[in-house]
């Protein structure tokens, strides 16, 4: 089994900086039973051989590590239940020793290779990197602080695990000292530098101590930009070509993660970034007209690209929360080596016919047979 056998007394929500393996394992609210309910019945569903790895992946304390595995078995239950047949996992290639995620027999007859990743904009480094940051935070949130809630301000991350014990033990002392009234807000901070993350704390009085639960009462990070497309753009060109001349289509499952994921940036990331192209015409009028860099994975300066990847199944934001009511589009490549034929996904379907169309198909909750708003009903 995946989940732990042990007593759910807690209904709380999920804690700033706890895993979320952690809180789903943990949480005894009565949603939270559905999700691992789920979870375990598309597990059984998964080959038995290969359940070790997976629940390894699944109970990862690094959060992507967590969200792949599960959107591997998300994407392996979605051809399940569509009636597909998954013929082998990480199947072996003859010209390298690099698997795709999947062999897929289509209910169509066809066969077709599925690759998934993740859209994060984050190496392997930076997600360790958040990983140890938010190992820190976890504990600093844990600090016993009854008088006062604490205001966190963050810059930079590790690059090597914070010394834990010592910073909590200067922060029990600095708390100690605080005033209960409100001078306390003007008290120096306190302040904890280590291997290239500093992490900033100034305190306020509570004014009503006895609810006292966490330490942090709020929290600053710096702004960052958003890069939806360049992240999708990134993680469709890692898997592009990364298995070489294939003897079946290769589809590409996304899965954009960033809050501000929408559903036009697998277009974008594949046909280019829109742009407006200014001309000025003979009689001195200048004309608009709507078109795209050629920056797209399968639109470069050259025209057609990465013909190999025939195609991509983009969808937003899935976790075993949520999925149910997310939507995915499967995107065909029109210059494609080896074009998919039909593939019934039940989601969204871009196809070609002189122009681009869509032919809708329904959300994840209406595919697997969820009641609307599920967990939660």
Known sequence: MLFDDIPRPDMGVHDQHETAFAYLNRSGRPEAARVRQLVENWLARYPARDHEALIARLRSTIDDQHRGAFFELFIHELLLVRGHRILEIEP?????????????QAKEGHRLYLECVLATGRSQQKVAAQARLNQALTALDRTCSPRHF??????GVPTAPISIKAMTKSLRAWIAGLP????????????????????SLRAFPRRHPELARRAIGARFFPAKQVTVDDDVRAA???????????????????????????????IDALFGSPCTVVEQTADGSTTYRESRQPDG??????????????????????????????????IRNPWAEAAVPSFDLGVDDYHEEGRYRITAGQSMGEIFGLPNGWPEA
């Open 297 to 330: 994975v399968w639109c470069g300066p050259r025209g057609a690209r990465r013909r190999g990847l025939s195609a991509v199944l983009s969808t937003e934001r899935v976790d075993p929360w949520n999925f149910a009511a997310r939507r995915a589009r499967l």
């Open 180 to 199: 209960d009234d409100d001078s306390a807000m003007d008290a120096l901070p306190f302040q904890h530098t280590e291997h290239g993350a500093t992490i």
């Open 92 to 104: 072996t290639l003859p010209h390298t020793p690099k698997s795709p995620d999947f062999l897929v």
């Open 150 to 155: 604490l205001d966190l301000t963050v810059h």
């Open 236 to 266: 469709l060109e890692r898997k592009a070509s990364r298995y070489g001349a294939l003897d079946q289509p290769y589809v590409v499952a996304v899965n954009a993660l960033d809050m501000f994921a929408r559903e036009d940036a697998a």
